[in-house]
């Protein structure tokens, strides 16, 4: 009989930090769609007022954020599970507004990534039965932070 716990075993990497690879994986995308939105900003911004009737200041307002969100918030997310804190420090001197600990200001992130996941998938990707996997994607990842920020 196979002895599935030997295999398991022996597969089992426990001085890799799974996580913060999965994490650093996971980021490439968004970082890479924040670089996008800033190359392509007019488009960018062309497409959403088409998408919802808002203020183009208002527009411009939240297409910068989901820029900063995209790029800084990830590359803090990296940081945060690769077990550095370079960047928070940074960050620390000048927050000058509420002092948070490093964990919290990770959930934070975490907090807004969900938030931005629920509006930008009914802005772009609303459930359809004929194109159901751009939906689904980003409920995947939804489920994907949730969990992070619960195990956090």
Known sequence: ???IDYYLDFFKLSHIDFKAYGILITSIMFIWSGFNKIL???KKIETLLTKINVHINLAHF???LVILLEIIGFIFLIEYYFKSDCLYNIFNKFNIFIKLTH???IQI???LIL???IVVTFIYHPPSLKKPIPFLSNLTYFGLFLYIYSDL
């Open 115 to 117: 938030i931005f996941l």
């Open 40 to 42: 392509n900003y007019d």
């Open 109 to 111: 992130i975490l907090l």
């Open 1 to 3: 009989m196979l002895n």
């Open 62 to 64: 939240g297409m910068i």
């Open 103 to 105: 964990k919290q200001f």
